[in-house]
């Protein structure tokens, strides 16, 4: 009693046989090959194989069914492909419109801005000048309070010089009052006196 894979042949059976063969991959091709010489020598099972084969082989029939399905897939192709081309041209042509009206709005703000800008230059210009005379203006007007600061202290000093002459001329005048007085004085006392003579001496 023989011991094949893990199973004594005397309980082999067709059925295991055939599940060994589709398991092992390798042993089937090789029984293949061993049956093939066979099978081709045998007519009838060389006309099954035939007809086995014809059945899946294509007829021209069937051919020419396919490449009418393939003429038809082409100008289904050409169609959808002459579409594509006319609707990517439409497409394009837009493209290039939007892209043209957006080139004139860049030129347009484009001119704006070399406008603004120069504009906005000349105004600088001309800030730039009047920054200027506002400069020279204030150094001419620096330098005349300089020149009247000058003036104010000069004439401080001549008012002081003023002041003390006429501190000289009030001490002047009270002596000159004063002498005045006593002269007047003086005066009275001997005109009194040569009244009260006359009164008193007939």
């Known amino acids: ?94 493209l290039r419109e939007d892209f043209g009206r957006l080139e004139e709005r860049i030129e347009t703000f484009r001119k704006e801005m070399y406008t603004y800008i120069a504009e906005l230059r000349e105004r600088v210009s001309k800030l730039e000048g009047a920054f200027t005379q506002l400069v020279d203006r204030i150094g001419d007007l620096d330098k005349r309070i300089d020149s009247l600061d000058k003036r104010i202290d000069a004439l401080d000093k001549r008012i002081d010089a003023l002041d003390k002459r006429i501190d000289s001329l009030d001490r002047r005048i009270d002596y000159v009052t004063k002498v005045s007085w006593a002269l007047t004085l003086s005066v009275l006392a001997t005109l009194v006196a040569q009244v009260l003579m006359r009164v008193l001496l007939p």
């Open 1 to 94: 009693m023989l011991f094949l894979r893990g199973i004594f042949v005397s309980s082999v059976t067709a059925e295991d046989v055939v599940k060994l063969f589709e398991s092992d991959e390798r042993s089937r091709k090789r029984l293949a090959k061993l049956l093939l010489p066979e099978v081709v020598s045998e007519p009838d099972l060389r006309l099954a194989i035939i007809n086995a084969v014809l059945r899946d082989v294509a007829t021209k029939e069937d051919i020419t069914k396919v490449m009418e399905e393939i003429e038809k897939g082409k100008v289904a192709t050409r169609e959808e492909i002459e579409k594509i081309r006319i609707g990517t041209g439409e497409e394009i042509a837009k």
